[in-house]
């Protein structure tokens, strides 16, 4: 015990900075250079542990994301990092502001290269916002202090390498250096530069929606400009969030991901505006201009490089809610009627063999509006985005670079900060293999996630690429994989489904707060897909 006269450890002054940013949860698979970390923490600072470190970030991303806090996550120096830096990417790009602290060797032989010395400043590339490396054991609690405002204010992750003796140091009382609190007061601006003219200027003007409208702000003055403007609204392509209500008349559906279906959607229209994205996201290359001939286009973000790389005519950076409602007021009312969407109705999907249309519509049925899909199931995602519209924000939830093993722990890291929502993570049954062991976190914390797992027992999405490649691929299926059976390995109860009754009673006996389920759900391969 530290007598009471004794400065404290670098260890409690970190403690102290993490209560100040609300990290009082720590997401780990730690390692020896850890230990002296852990070892009897503080009843106030809570521990989850997933066995495998993708699992530990995306855990964590799915908590940062609901939460809209910095989250705490301890990583063990080269292969926790390494084994982590695909989830690095992705909280990146999904905008998860994290703190990850990775342990190093001890600093008195680090120059020897001891045993488990970790090479790590380079090893998450460019992904994470920031890689400090605090000069002295001094440095440290600011230097978290720090991460944690990078995190928030750039919205991604930051790294601070920590060499495992410098928890036990004392601290020197004159080594505070970052700002206690860090307050970014909201704006909403009254000068648009250009912007005001070139709205009113245009005859037809369209509006893509993007994942960082998704908010209770960002949708309510979406959705005024839009009325306002008479203005159709698409969802960009491949999103990780719903930027606008999908049940609103003026919504159109996901944007295509190539640049000729991309001139169907928008023909007709002379100005583009994409409002929480950049112009645009593609998939598969086409051989053509990005938008229509003569189409202006504008950009309105807060994420500097998407407004620095789209090739728009005017990027507008800054809040979009804040932006959107100053042009709502400096805009001309527009009166133009457009016809409704033509909605799907899900009624007319039951019925007929078994299949993932069935599973969307029963799902949608069961849980409503409120819950929150987390996607990962490439053969049938735009089944799902059509047969189950987003209608509250946060609602849909998606891994934004496309890298499967997010979707299984992100749903438990977003129940876990919202365990009033129902979260159902969809996911195929090959995505489902990327991070699995997150299963027995959810399970061990008694996390009451629905994992639906859509198995056809193949990747049925590169099979169809292999296809319009017209050859064969040589990666086999997998049909033999019981994905329940791994569930239940890890502690998570499982059921298989195989047809629509049974689907209907396993989700009218769901206890939706008995921990996690796991449904391994029969389908066969969709017959009609564009991936
Ligand atoms: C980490 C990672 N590895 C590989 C891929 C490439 N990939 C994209 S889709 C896919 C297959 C997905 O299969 P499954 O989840 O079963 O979905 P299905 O296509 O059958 O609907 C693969 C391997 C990826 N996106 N991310
Ligand atoms: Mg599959």
Redesign the pocket.
Known sequence: MRSTTMPPSIREATFEVMRRHGMTTIFSNPGSTEVSFLVDLPDDIHFVLALHEGSVVGIASGYAIARREPTFVLLHTTAGLGNAV?AIATARVNHAPLVIVVGQQDRRHLALQPFLAGELEGLAGTYPLDVISPVRAQDVPSAIGRAAHTAMTGQGPVLVIVPMDDWEATVDPGARASAETLFQPETTPTDLGELPDLIAASESPVIVAGSANDSEDGWVTLVGLAERLGAPVWQEAFGSRAGFPQDHRLYRGQLPADRTRVHQALAGHDLLVVVGAAALRQYTYADDLLVPEGMRVVVITADHEEARRSPADLSVLGDPAGIVRALASQVPRRNVTLPDRLLRNPAGLEGGAFRAAQVFAQLDRVFGPDAIIVEE????RPLLEDIIPTRRPLGFLSAAM????FAMPAAIGLKMALPDRPVIAVV????SL?AIQSLWTAAHQGVSVLFVV?A?G?????DRLADRQQGKPPWPAFPEVSIGGLARSFGCPAQRIEDAAALEKSLHELELSAGPMLLEVVVPVEENFAP
């Open positions: 695909g199931s490439p053969s049938t496309g890298g499967l093993g195929g049954d090959g995505s990327y859509m056809n193949r990747y049925a999405v590169m």
